[in-house]
């Protein structure tokens, strides 16, 4: 099956900092999305992204489908964005998405 | 609309109880999935149907018996679970399209401790 790798598995930042999530995967994917779990367990949609680059307000994300990467941006972060970050991948024949390990992001006021 | 319903939110067995989790969405969605996730991991997925039929199990335990009475309804069954099956259960949907976007969206979960 494909493998996911997220990095770095833990992030600290202070409130207003900005940061890099990267998720690795070993082979074609295509479907992609960018989750963020909050401290509750729901995971909330933050981009469908297979390939190139999408913004939605301090987020954006940006995906490289030929070399097998993608980023996610937080800039201006704000004690609202802790949580963990979840990218996830799956192909077109199936409905098997997995799932990286995911970063942890704290965000201290 | 991009909401996935489950309940309940929380559920506390013991080992010889036989329970219930329920998931509904309204999306027209024609795929939904279960997913487990134990603390401080990824979800895991466990089942898919896809157009109400079973497409995928992951060589989960007869323990865990999945439903899809209709394309809006997925249950999962709990019987003789263990200790370590306590987890947070996800459900989500998608299209199920195959040939593009086939976005999944996800319910609330169900918190699961088996005493």
């Known amino acids: 099956g494909i493998q996911v790798e997220q990095s770095p598995p833990d992030l600290i930042l202070q409130e207003g900092a900005n940061s890099t999530l990267r998720c690795n995967f070993s082979d074609s994917v295509n479907n992609l999305q960018w989750f963020h779990q909050n401290p509750w367990g729901q995971l909330i949609n933050l981009f469908y992204i297979p390939s190139g680059t999408k913004q939605n307000g301090r987020l954006s994300a940006t995906t490289v489908a030929t070399e097998r990467y993608s980023l996610l941006y937080i800039s201006s972060s704000q004690t609202t964005d802790s949580g963990v970050y979840f990218c996830?991948?799956?192909?077109?024949?199936?409905?098997?998405?997995?799932f990286g390990a995911g970063t942890r992001l704290t965000v201290k006021p | 609309d991009t909401e996935v319903t489950q309940t309940p939110k929380h559920l506390v067995m013991g080992m010889t109880n036989k329970k219930s989790l329920k998931c509904e969405q309204h999306m027209g969605h024609r795929a939904m999935y279960w997913y487990k996730q134990k603390a401080k991991k990824p979800p895991e997925l466990m089942f898919v149907?896809?157009?109400?039929?079973?497409?995928i199990n992951e060589s989960v335990p007869s323990r865990f018996s999945p439903e899809c009475p209709n394309s809006s309804l997925l249950n999962l069954h709990l019987h003789a679970l263990q200790p370590e099956d306590s987890a947070l259960y996800l459900c989500a949907s998608s299209q199920d399209r195959h040939d593009s976007y086939n976005e999944q969206f996800f319910g609330p979960g169900t918190r699961l401790t088996v005493l």
């Open positions: 996830a991948v799956g192909k077109y024949n199936n409905n098997d998405m997995r």
């Open positions: 149907y896809s157009y109400e039929k079973l497409s």
